[in-house]
């Protein structure tokens, strides 16, 4: 699978107006992995009502961001499993598990990683709590019924300020017109897990 599949992470999915699951109705993933064995990703649409200095005061961590700051759902599975999606740092210094997954964006989920980037945020810093996953060709059967469009990474996607814009947002980063697609279609649930 992967490059041989035109499945290439990261990428960016949107999700088909077909996809009615209230979780993943137009959502946008951003694909993280994709091999044989499944595909993971973080939804990066869905902010939730939790603040992110209420998370981390109960984790005894101090945060330097926005008081309204709020956690984003990332997805269905291990909601209780915490990952950042920041602006990548400079200096990586200080962050021992932080990974660059597109040139100026990076990810963690470790503990002390979160607690260096509450000190000081960077210019863009999201806390998501649990991901979505799909199983062994999953997502290429989702991608090939329509369920799923596909479009490459763009920061300003990413961490865009107004989360309810960025699937239109992304459906028009590949020259789709979202008014111009029918509201519903009956072919397919569109059900990752």
């Not at 996809?19 to 137009?26: A, E, G, S």
């Not at 005894?60 to 269905?76: H, N």
């Not at 697609?181 to 397919?188: A, E, M, N």
């Amino acid at each position: 699978m992967g490059i041989h599949d035109g499945i290439d992470p990261p990428m960016l999915l949107a999700a088909m107006p077909q996809v009615r699951d209230p979780i993943f109705h137009r959502s946008v993933v951003l694909l993280l992995h994709h091999d044989d064995e499944g595909s993971f990703g973080l939804i990066i649409n869905r902010p939730t009502e939790l603040l992110v200095t209420d998370i981390l005061e109960s984790m005894e961590i101090e945060w330097a961001g926005s008081r309204e700051a709020l956690a984003y759902f990332g997805g269905p599975v291990r909601p209780q499993l915490g990952t950042v999606l920041c602006s990548a740092p400079s200096d990586a210094q200080g962050l021992s598990a932080a990974a660059e997954i597109w040139p100026g964006v990076a990810t963690t989920q470790h503990f002390g990683d979160l607690a260096v980037l509450a000190k000081d945020p960077p210019p863009h810093l999201r806390l998501v709590l649990g991901y979505a996953g799909w199983g062994e060709e999953q997502l290429m059967k989702e991608i090939l019924r329509n369920d799923w469009l596909t479009a490459p990474v763009q920061d300003e996607l990413i961490f865009h300020s107004q989360p309810a814009d960025a699937w239109e947002r992304t459906l028009q980063s590949v020259g789709v017109n979202p008014a111009t697609l029918p509201s519903w279609t009956p072919s397919g649930n569109g059900s990752a897990n």
